[in-house]
T-cell receptor
Framework: NAGVTQTPKFRVLKTGQSMTLLCAQDMNHEYMYWYRQDPGMGLRLIHYSVGEGTTAKGEVPDGYNVSRLKKQNFLLGLESAAPSQTSVYFC??????FGYGYTFGSGTRLTVV | GEDVEQSLFLSVREGDSSVINCTYTDSSSTYLYWYKQEPGAGLQLLTYIFSNMDMKQDQRLTVLLNKKDKHLSLRIADTQTGDSAIYFCAESRVTGGGNKLTFGTGTQLKVEL
């Protein structure tokens, strides 16, 4: 099994450009999450989904949108990129209920210039 | 507050024990986790402990939980250079969004020869 796959791995955007980050999991997990990782700040939750067709805001949702049209995919969109969105983005998925850790993708390093 | 706090850096000599500490604030946390992040990679689940346990041992890893003080620690025995990484603690909270984890800021462990 591939687990959680993120594409692309690296991207450089100009301010104001848009892009979509794709996360795909093949473990039939219900829950999926998007985090951003910044130095000294750990991981902060952007948006998450508790099932196909559902999305919810996390801790830092502004400037991002998400969609979960298929259970295995969770897309993160930046409509108008800003330098403050320069970060490493991680997708994760998990089973429902508690006691299960997350399975993480390998990350997307995004630079906005 | 709902922060999960960790010290940012820890340096140890190869063969010594490492102890990474974490404090959390939500007394309703059900599970607490330790993740490892190697350079350029996503987070990997190392171990976890249920909130009604005081200790869990898994090979070279020992997790201690002091629920009264909301303190979690990870001890790595006989630390090796391959243990150099960032270690994140995380707590699982009861929310309408199900199994949502809140991560600490991460502790960079450096193992010196």
């Amino acid at each position: 099994n591939a687990g959680v796959t993120q594409t692309p791995k690296f991207r450089v955007l100009k301010t104001g450009q848009s892009m979509t980050l794709l996360c795909a999991q093949d473990m039939n997990h219900e829950y999926m999450y998007w985090y951003r990782q910044d130095p000294g700040m750990g991981l902060r939750l952007i948006h998450y989904s508790v099932g196909e067709g559902t999305t919810a805001k996390g801790e830092v949702p502004d400037g991002y949108n998400v969609s979960r049209l298929k259970k295995q995919n969770f897309l993160l969109g930046l409509e108008s990129a800003a330098p403050s969105q320069t970060s490493v983005y991680f997708c994760a998925s998990s089973y429902t209920g508690f006691g299960y850790g997350y399975t993480f993708g390998s990350g997307t390093r995004l630079t906005v210039v | 507050g709902e922060d999960v706090e960790q010290s940012l850096f820890l340096s140890v000599r190869e063969g010594d024990s490492s102890v990474i500490n974490c404090t959390y604030t939500d007394s309703s946390s059900t599970y607490l986790y330790w993740y490892k992040q190697e350079p350029g990679a996503g987070l990997q689940l190392l171990t976890y402990i249920f909130s009604n346990m005081d200790m869990k041992q898994d090979q070279r890893l020992t997790v201690l939980l002091n629920k009264k003080d909301k303190h979690l620690s990870l001890r790595i025995a006989d630390t090796q250079t391959g243990d150099s990484a960032i270690y994140f603690c995380a707590e699982s909270r009861v929310t309408g969004g199900g199994n949502k984890l809140t991560f600490g800021t991460g502790t960079q462990l450096k193992v010196e020869l």
